[in-house]
């Protein structure tokens, strides 16, 4: 693969607290309250409350494929997928701040931003063999036999602070859909130019698949990355998104350079 441009295909935010009773009495006023102000800072896009119940309530906004869950223990911004730009973390930022205030919320036990990409392939089996390649394990534990070999690999490694106050979780796995190929003709691999009969046809081929990976890639490796703040003894929304986002963007960049 000469190029890795990995493919952003979901973004979540999530913040869990504690005594969210409120919720029962106030839950409305948040909808009300949301549903005029979010199109302000989401490039004018309209929000629908879906439902609202003793459960939970949940508000989306189809054009960006945004889904915003809130209940009596936590808040939850979904975009899944990810295709169209949105600023994201100020709809979460004002998402967050909205429901601390309305639920008189004053213990926050968690933030956590998640993001998942993925590093598109044309076959199941190259995502399989890109997951091997990318992961830092070699020969681990040992080859059993010697006509074996890594075939897959799924790798996750926590990190955290000595207080496990913050902490980013990061994995990799190939994924595909149930229509991505096992394999892809050989002959779609090589130049057109090079081939003797067929080299309209093969170009045709090779553009459809190239655009297939950059819009909806049928396989692939995936990327989670899962970032959070444990019990913080001083809530700051912005500085913990600020944080995730550096955070992830740094793993991110290390992994694909090596």
């Avoid at 998640?114 to 990318?134: G, H, M, N, W």
Wanted: contains cysteine.
């Amino acid at each position: 693969m000469a190029k890795i441009k990995p493919k952003l295909i979901q973004n979540v935010f999530e913040a869990r607290y504690e005594r969210g009773y409120r919720y029962l009495d106030r839950c409305g006023d948040v909808m009300v309250i949301s549903e005029d102000a979010l199109p302000s800072i989401s490039n004018n896009n309209v929000w629908m409350p879906e439902e609202m119940q003793p459960k939970g309530a949940r508000m989306k906004c189809p054009e960006l494929d945004l889904i915003l869950l809130f209940d009596t223990y936590r808040l939850c911004l979904d975009q899944n997928p990810a295709d169209v730009e949105c600023p994201f973390t100020k709809i979460a930022k004002y998402a967050y701040d909205t429901v601390i205030s309305k639920f008189d919320i004053r213990k926050t036990t968690r933030l956590g931003n998640r993001k998942l990409y993925i590093i598109p392939t044309d076959s199941i089996e190259k995502a399989e063999a890109f997951s091997v390649q990318k992961a830092p394990l070699g020969n681990w534990p040992v080859l059993i036999t010697d006509d074996m070999k890594s075939r897959i690999c799924e790798v996750t490694n926590v990190l955290e602070n000595e207080e496990r106050s913050r902490g980013v979780r990061f994995s990799i796995m190939p994924t595909f859909k149930v229509e991505a190929p096992l394999t892809i003709d050989k002959r779609l691999t090589i130049p057109p130019h090079l081939l003797e009969t067929g080299q309209r046809e093969a170009l045709i081929s090779q553009l459809k698949r190239q655009k297939q990976r950059e819009k909806e890639p049928l396989a692939g490796l995936l990327i989670d990355i899962d970032y959070w703040w444990l019990n913080p003894e001083e809530t700051n929304i912005e500085q913990f998104l600020e944080n995730s986002e550096a955070k992830i963007e740094e793993l991110l960049k290390s992994f694909l350079e090596k």
